[in-house]
């Protein structure tokens, strides 16, 4: 008879568990499947009702832009990333809707509305039912976006951001009679309180709060270009592409020689080339913001396509 000592066994196996960081595996799991974010970036997430705020200045915009712009690829079912090219740098996603809309077909250009980035707002805050909470980020779609922007404009109030000399906001939400999803939209009104107060009366609470001011960068690490690539060519073989419904073993992933993404390029070029009569070349065009992307001059530009697309932002 073999005798185990169970009691001894047991302690290994707590030992291996003490040994592991679970929290550090939890976080690079997170980012593995692209959902990390960082903990000390807190979104501020109003439930409907009535809200009062006070807006913190960021450190750093640029000059007539006083709240921070971020641009989202939302492709299949992967969590949202930010668009490379806002960045300057090489975005597969951006590529694929200029060649999308070089061919000038209308499955085609479906196809890029659906890729098209969307933009999100950021502003950071002092919930004044929460101050212990400290500085917030709240992002916000194009219409809160708007109204933040007049604002500065009405008589009475100007520069509401100022931490001396500025008002805080009351914020109301409340659902719509529209429907989103089976769900309603919620509606979002904001006014500015009409008598002048500090950030703080406290001037050292004021200066932590202005110096904790969260990176909104640090919520969504920027993907690699082969990361991306994945993501796309995932996509793309699930029959996203708008044509004939998806079956087993028939998708453009399935493919030996190339992968989804490569031939979905070589079938819009192919397209194209079919589409158009023979011409001298052309001068290569400047890149392509990501705002406007090139596009056939007898269709709508990007920036038309954007402001379509600007119904279904994120709030």
Known sequence: MVWIDRTNSRKRKEDII???DLEAIRKRVAEMTGQGKNSRVQLWKPAPGKHRIRIIPWKTTVV??????????????????????QFGKPDPVNDLIK????????????????????MTAYSAIIDRADEAKGPQAWGFNS????????????DGVGDYMDPLTGFDLDITIAPSKKMYKNKP?????????????????DPAQMQKWIDGIPNIDDMYPQKTTAEIEQILNTWLASGATG?????????????ASKDALDQLADDIKASA???????????????????????????????????????????
């Not at 219409?143 to 009405?154: A, D, G, I, N, P």
């Not at 044509?243 to 493919?255: F, I, P, S, V």
């Open 64 to 85: 007539g832009v006083p709240f921070l712009e971020r641009r989202y690829y939302y492709i299949g079912d992967a969590p949202r990333f930010l668009a490379p090219l």
């Open 99 to 118: 060649k999308c809309y070089s061919t000038g077909k209308p499955e085609d250009r479906e196809l890029a509305k659906k890729l098209y980035p969307k």
């Open 243 to 255: 044509g004939a419904e998806h079956d087993e073993g028939t998708t453009r992933g399935a493919q």
């Open 185 to 201: 939209v919620m509606d979002t009104t904001i006014d500015a309180v009409r008598t002048q107060t500090k950030l703080s009366n």
């Open 143 to 154: 219409f809160v976006y708007q109204r933040l922007l007049t604002l500065f404009e009405v």
């Open 273 to 315: 080339a079919e589409a158009k009569p023979a011409r001298k070349p052309a001068k290569k065009a400047p890149e392509a913001d990501i705002d406007e992307a090139a596009e056939p001059a007898a269709k709508k530009s990007l920036d038309d396509v954007f402001k379509e697309l600007e119904d279904d932002i994120e709030s």
């Open 18 to 20: 003490m040994a592991l």
